[in-house]
């Protein structure tokens, strides 16, 4: 979400297009619809005014200007199919989660200083970041599944919660709670 500029961003896989539209829904836009495989993750840096994308199966994060022009690819080489992305635009980090390799990597938002931060993240499908607190959330797959926290270095490890949650696909934090959605049961 854009709040200033009242627009939401989203991915499409079936379309393999990036789209937006304002927050009542109007004035619906393809941005980018050429060049992507299977675009996954999108995040807004609302200061610098850009979009970011991963592409699992092209193994590469993009960004470009909120209207989908001055687009360029930051990460390709080391990169192994990025998911879910978050940005922390103040400090000037971006945070993706990492298949095979089961990891959550982070990256200057330029595409500089790649590295893990976090291994054996327990086949996390989804990731948030409290900017506050710089503290970033996952939920796992990987046996019964967790919701899990760190720091922004990856450091102080905690499970939250142990659930019954099938497949979580999305989460979020508002005030003191952490929201999540299920790909099974739609909850």
């Known amino acids: 979400v854009d709040v200033?500029?009242?627009r939401i961003y989203w991915t499409d896989q079936k379309s393999k297009c990036i789209?937006?539209?304002f927050l009542n829904g109007s004035f619906v836009q393809r941005i980018i619809?050429?060049?992507l495989i299977c675009p996954e993750g999108i995040a807004v840096d609302w200061l610098g005014h850009n979009i970011y994308w991963t592409d699992s199966e092209a193994r590469r994060i993009e960004v470009a200007r909120?209207?989908?022009t001055s687009r360029r690819v930051l990460l390709w080489k080391g990169v192994e199919e990025p998911r879910s992305l978050v940005l922390e635009p103040k400090r000037g980090y971006m945070y993706w989660i990492e298949s095979p390799s089961?990891?959550?990597?982070?990256?200057?938002?330029?595409?500089s200083e790649l590295q893990t931060i976090i291994s054996g993240a327990n086949h996390a499908t989804v990731l948030t970041l409290d900017p506050e607190t710089r503290r970033l959330y996952?939920?796992?797959q990987s046996g019964p599944t967790k919701i899990e926290s760190a720091d922004w270095d990856?450091?102080?490890r905690q499970v939250l919660i142990n659930t019954d949650v099938d497949e979580p696909c999305a989460m979020s934090l508002y005030q003191d709670y952490v929201y999540w959605s299920d790909w099974n049961t739609g909850d």
Do not use: E, P, Q, V
């Open 4 to 6: 200033a500029d009242r």
């Open 138 to 140: 996952w939920a796992t």
């Open 154 to 156: 990856g450091k102080k």
């Open 66 to 68: 909120l209207d989908g």
């Open 33 to 35: 619809d050429t060049g």
């Open 19 to 21: 789209f937006r539209a």
């Open 102 to 111: 089961d990891s959550i990597r982070r990256a200057g938002m330029d595409g």
